[in-house]
């Protein structure tokens, strides 16, 4: 096995530093992982049980630190949208043109978006996809519903005199008091 990488005294304290400007646990656990090496001289196997990682991990946080340096070490992250169909500045550019309509008083039927959305991609997408850009931009659906699709008055004044309610009031005498019974 040959002899680990030496850290020089420079970059031990600078680990030091970057310990404290840690900002998330990732970040702080990834030069601890190096701090523990230069200050204490522990091994992958102890620095891996000390901060709960695998040796294999601590070894690939080392190599990521001997080949990129320092700033390799603080917000490296997996997050992001690899699979994204328009960037967040095209996304925001597509809505810009649709904002007028909208702010006027219109309204923006989510089908409006989806055309643009297409033509601005060049290929169909699903309406999951859509609704997803406008909930990522802050635009949300305001419009209640005035009145259910299959609303009859004719059946409401049906059920109205016809109803159970109405039953027993006119076997008790007290159906012509003006009220919903007639």
């Excluded at 990732?26 to 992958?44: E, M």
């Excluded at 990682?53 to 997050?79: C, E, H, M």
């Excluded at 850009?133 to 016809?162: Q, S, T, V």
């Amino acid at each position: 096995m040959r002899p680990p990488r030496p850290i020089d005294e420079k970059a031990r304290k600078h680990l030091a530093q970057l310990l404290g400007r840690a900002k998330t646990k990732a970040d702080f656990q990834r030069v601890q992982c190096l701090w523990l090496r230069a200050s204490l001289g522990l091994n992958h196997q102890q620095v891996a049980q000390a901060i709960g990682w695998s040796p294999s991990r601590v070894k690939q946080v080392w190599s990521v630190y001997f080949k990129d340096g320092p700033q390799a070490l603080l917000g490296v992250g997996r997050g992001g949208r690899r699979r994204q169909n328009l960037t967040l500045a095209e996304e925001e550019k597509l809505l810009a043109g649709l904002e007028p309509t909208a702010k006027a008083g219109g309204i923006l039927v989510v089908q409006t978006v989806k055309d643009a959305y297409e033509r601005a991609l060049g290929r169909a997408v699903p309406h999951s996809t859509v609704y997803r850009m406008l909930a990522r931009h802050g635009w949300r659906k305001i419009m209640p519903r005035p009145r259910h699709p299959k609303n009859d008055p004719a059946k409401i004044e049906g059920f109205k005199k016809n109803s159970a309610r109405c039953a027993v009031k006119k076997s008790r005498g007290k159906a012509g008091s003006g009220g919903p019974c007639g």
